[in-house]
């Protein structure tokens, strides 16, 4: 079992950057494949990145493919999420996910998850 906080949410300006740090509990950390997802206001939850257990695959929404990189730091139990030139429409609850599975299959449905954070919100002014 693992547990997950997210942090680094906040206000920030069109055009600005924030970096969103998850970080887990436990020692398995590298057994878990990880993923971002958000919901915003009035939506549903989208898929927004994942990574593989080791970094070696990474897979992107196309709404973020070029702004937002997802990195993990095994040794330090914690996945990131580096969002640049973010824009009014990326504004959300950004939660990261935990999954057993090593594979890509499903990578975008959040109910292929196995474990949630609480989540953190994130405003982009314009």
């Known amino acids: 079992q693992v547990q997950l906080v997210e942090s680094g949410g906040g206000l920030v300006q069109a055009g600005g950057s924030l970096r969103l740090t998850c970080a887990a509990s436990?020692?398995?950390?590298?057994?878990?494949?990880m993923g971002w997802f958000r919901q915003a206001p009035g939506k549903e939850q989208e898929f927004v990145a994942f990574?593989?257990?080791?970094?070696?695959?990474?897979v992107y929404a196309d709404s973020v493919k070029g702004r937002f990189t997802i990195s993990r730091d095994n040794a330090k139990n914690t996945v990131y999420l580096q969002m640049n030139s973010l824009k009014p429409d990326d504004t959300a609850d950004y939660y990261c996910?935990?999954?057993?599975?090593?594979?890509?299959?499903?990578?975008?449905?959040?109910?292929?998850?196995?474990?949630w954070g609480q989540g953190t919100q994130v405003t982009v002014s314009s």
């Open positions: 990574i593989s257990r080791y970094g070696r695959t990474t």
């Open positions: 436990g020692r398995t950390f590298s057994t878990y494949a």
């Open positions: 996910a935990a999954r057993y599975y090593s594979g890509t299959n499903d990578l975008e449905a959040a109910a292929k998850y196995d474990y």
